[in-house]
């Protein structure tokens, strides 16, 4: 009993329950819980690969089954249960978890849903391909290797990691008295960014950030502001906020319904399906008629049916306030470095990596130095020999054994001992000329080689060129488009300095459809074209209205119940050149049942003593001043009074001068804009043409110097004009001729002001638009029919002409003319109270 107490150690409970507690804390800090700054892994995931890699299971090879993978990570590296093992792998397996898959899988590994994976001894996996870039060269000494639990095997500290995973794919962990939750990111950009620290070291954040936007989600959603991206990449934590990407679409009934295409990243979409559904049977949101889920392999799809009467910006926005609609990511950037927890900004991280790939390159350029070191030595002992080769044949057949047949090589020719073995392990085939040609030739190639890698060891800038053209091989094969858009908070910072300046043309359809697209995409060709594509459509719906402005320009729009809202150009969603848009609701707050009939750009500058002019279809003409629009609510503003009957169909500003209107049925009236007195922005204002019956407003031009009138008509057919041909006249007249109309050309669709060094743009009801320039349309008298400008489609029509800025052709593009004689036959749409034959002049006198 007295050894016993011999051998016991007197300690306090406190201190023995203290240090137990630490080292059970960084036994699951290190070992369990947080990833590697290097390589982004934790060990489970580390060794699963490695495993994988052991078994060839690569991307080239066939899948095999999962439980083969974890009982081999089991048996031979993790000591803990299977479904650690296999619920790890399955993550690394599913596209809305990781944004670049390291695990190929094959079968059910899960869903957004929340369903679990199927058993792991019904699927199959092997290694992606851009997991081969993370393992790869492990062979070659670049990295550190300790023994696995029992010391039978040994196993990877780290993995190479030729790209910099932890950033990509992110990591989430929760250790004892921390976390980490690194959010993932897109492969080109943080490759961009690594780049560019590498060529310059002393780079900020803000030159950083160029590269590396910001987090992109597998799930893609879209960040609001940038403050909780800034803030993590400089402090280490930051609170990230993502949202849903949501449409709403306009029904033929007047409905409306809102579209989910995405969730914020981690989100279950079977429970926030049930959340929703849950909040409209309990009563507290008002407004909603259905939900259905009609995802399916094509791509996410939620459909919120909504009611008659119900706004959806106010169900949207209750939705984002009580639901996983919108979420807040908690970025911190917590890691181990050396073993140690560590929270690190964005420079820091991307320091790490870069220290990482500058060990991994040296040591396997060591590695590949000290083998060709070796086979050069071997070579260069096999070159000797077959410069002595009788002499050396006469040495080893009168040996007595190998041995004494080794010793006289290295005692009579000077051989090392692995020369003088590769001498006597050579074929006889080798003795031929040919042969020895080729010993040669690798010998130089070696000695090429060496002298490379010798380069490298002794030279950082070299050292550091090769990763970085190696990064630039795995960014050029791996990068993909972004899928988390950034939307930029109104108050957070100043928006538009983070806004690439940009001609721009903006295009509205008659269904609502906006959008915006760079102006280069539309390549200047000659007039009689066909045109492009410039807005996909529903079969239903035609383009309206086609601007021409800056990115920066605030645009108006007008509604058919005389409001008046603003945007900004940039705040206009951009989209393809064949794309239909976004559909008006989704940009703007409009009131049930309310439709944008027209859009006007206004200019940046002072907006003193300009008048904002609106013409409407019923001939109404109504001049307010432009300071009565300097602050329009985000919810808009009264702008005209309408008759039920009429609506808007053009704007434009006034610093004085004359003003043209143009109708549909071929007649123009001029006047002084000072006959038009200035209204407020309530009133109906008074009568700018008197219209025949069938007739009405379809322009409405203000004169400027050193211009021109240009009619274009439906079927494409314009010309040019001296505006002195248009005599002046008091406002409320009937008008005068301005085009001749027949059946060939249909009816008026622009009349507009033109300068020679001016484009024109003309688009279809089709979204076919096509630019050419005003000064090649021939100049004819003001009644004259023009010429052929466009080769508009049968059964379509012109719909809207805006100016542009000139453009040289592209070089070489191809270009589709038309001259009138070849044309086929036109068949025009009849228009209420036009009657046009063939060269005659409608009845109603013009």
């Known amino acids: 009993m007295s050894e016993i107490k011999d051998r016991l ?8 329950v203290k240090r137990s507690f630490i080292a059970y804390s960084m036994a699951v800090i290190v070992n369990r819980a947080l990833p590697d700054v290097r390589d982004g892994l934790k060990p489970v995931h580390r060794r699963i ?16 089954k999962s439980a083969r993978i974890v009982g081999d990570v089991l048996g031979k590296y993790h000591p803990h249960g299977e479904s650690s093992v296999y619920d790890a792998m399955v993550r690394l397996a599913q596209d809305f978890s990781i944004r670049y898959l390291l695990v190929d899988g094959q079968g059910n590994f899960g869903s957004v849903d929340g369903d679990q994976a199927a058993a792991m001894r019904y699927t199959e996996a092997r290694m ?25 095997l040994m196993q990877p500290a780290v993995l190479p990691s030729r790209f910099p995973n932890l950033l990509l794919n992110g990591s989430s962990g929760i250790a004892v008295g921390m976390a980490t939750n690194v959010p993932p990111h897109n492969l080109g950009e943080v490759i961009s960014g690594t780049i560019a620290m590498i060529d310059n070291p002393d780079l900020d954040l803000d030159g950083l950030m160029e590269h590396v936007k910001g987090p992109d989600f597998p799930t893609g959603a879209v960040i609001l502001g940038r403050s909780g991206i800034r803030e993590a990449y400089f402090t280490g934590r930051g609170r990230i906020v993502v949202r849903a990407r949501t449409e709403v679409e306009t029904l033929p009934n007047g409905r409306n319904r809102i579209l989910i295409t995405e969730l914020p990243y981690m989100v279950n979409k079977a429970r926030l399906i049930t959340k929703i559904a849950e909040l409209v049977h309990a009563k507290r949101l008002e407004g909603i008629s259905d939900i259905r889920d009609e995802s399916d392999r094509d791509g996410m799809r939620v459909v919120i049916d909504l009611k008659q009467q119900a706004q959806s910006s106010v169900v949207l926005n209750y939705l984002f306030k009580h639901t996983q609609l919108q979420e807040t990511f908690g970025a911190i950037m917590l890691a181990l470095v050396d073993g140690q927890p560590r929270l690190l900004t964005l420079r820091e991280m991307i320091g790490h990596y870069i220290r990482h ?13 000290d083998k060709s070191l070796a086979r050069a030595h071997i070579l260069e002992g096999l070159l000797k020999a077959l410069d002595n080769i009788d002499a050396i044949v006469h040495l080893i057949r009168s040996s007595k054994d190998t041995a004494e047949a080794k010793q006289g090589l290295m005692e009579s020719f000077d051989f090392s001992d692995k020369q003088a073995q590769a001498i006597l392990d050579m074929r ?18 070696l000695n090429k080689a060496i002298a490379y890698f010798n380069s490298i060891l002794s030279d950082h800038g070299l050292l550091m060129r090769v990763i970085k053209e190696e990064l630039a091989l795995i960014r050029d094969r791996f990068s993909d488009a972004r899928r988390t858009e950034i939307s ?17 043309v903006v295009t509205l359809s008659r269904l609502g459809y906006v959008k915006r697209l760079a102006q280069s995409t539309y390549r200047t060709q000659h007039r009689g074209g066909k045109g492009v594509t410039a807005q996909g459509l529903k079969d239903e719906d035609v383009t309206e209205q086609l601007y021409t402005v800056h990115s920066h320009d605030e645009l108006l729009f007008f509604t058919d119940r005389g409001r008046a809202y603003s945007l900004k150009c940039y705040e206009i969603p951009e989209a393809g ?16 049942d309310e439709k944008v009939t027209g859009m006007l750009p206004l200019p940046a500058e002072d907006r003193e003593g300009r008048f904002l002019l609106m013409a409407t279809r019923g001939g109404l003409l109504k001049k307010t001043p432009l300071a009565e629009y300097r602050s329009i609510r985000r919810s808009g503003i009264i702008a005209i009074r309408l008759r039920e009957d009429d609506a808007l169909v053009g704007a434009a500003l006034l610093e004085g001068g004359e003003v043209m209107l143009g109708t549909r049925l071929g007649r123009a009236i001029r006047f002084e804009d000072g006959q038009i007195r200035a209204t407020s922005r309530n009133s109906m204002g008074v009568r700018g043409i008197r219209l025949d019956k069938g007739d009405e407003v379809i322009s409405l031009a203000t004169l400027e110097e050193d211009t021109q009138v240009l009619c274009v008509t439906e079927l494409g057919y314009g010309k040019r004009s001296d505006p002195a041909l248009y005599r002046t006249t008091n406002r409320g007249g009937k008008g005068i001729k301005a085009m001749n109309l027949t059946k060939k050309t249909g009816l008026l669709a622009a009349l507009l002001m033109v300068r020679d060094d001016e484009d024109v743009m003309l688009i279809t009801d089709e979204g076919i638009i096509i630019r050419t320039d005003a ?7 003001r009644s004259a029919q023009g010429v052929r400008l466009m080769n508009v489609a049968k059964g379509s029509k012109i719909v809207d002409v805006a100016r542009a800025e000139p453009e040289l052709p592209e070089e070489g593009a191809e270009e589709t003319s038309a001259e009138d004689e070849n044309l086929g036959p036109f068949e025009p749409e009849e228009h209420p109270g036009a009657d046009l034959g063939d060269g005659e002049t409608p009845e109603n006198g013009f």
């Not at 006889?428 to 190639?445: G, P, S, V």
């Open 775 to 781: 000064g090649k349309i021939r100049e004819t008298g």
């Open 9 to 16: 150690i007197p300690t306090e409970l406190e201190h023995e």
């Open 357 to 369: 790939q500058e060990d991994v390159v040296t040591r396997r350029t060591r590695y590949d130095l």
């Open 488 to 504: 930029a908070v109104e108050g957070e910072i100043d928006m538009e300095e983070l806004i690439t300046r940009d001609d721009m």
């Open 428 to 445: 006889l085939a080798r003795l031929t000329n040919l042969e020895a040609d080729k010993l040669q030739a690798e010998f130089d190639e």
């Open 577 to 592: 050149r064949s794309a239909r848009g976004t559909a008006i609701v989704n940009v703007l707050p409009l009131m049930p």
């Open 128 to 152: 992606s391909k851009i997991a081969a870039h993370l393992i790869g060269e492990i062979d070659k000494d670049t990295v550190d290797f300790y023994p696995n639990f029992d010391e039978s």
């Open 49 to 64: 690969l490695y495993a994988m890699n052991e078994l060839g299971m690569t991307s080239d090879k066939p899948y095999r």
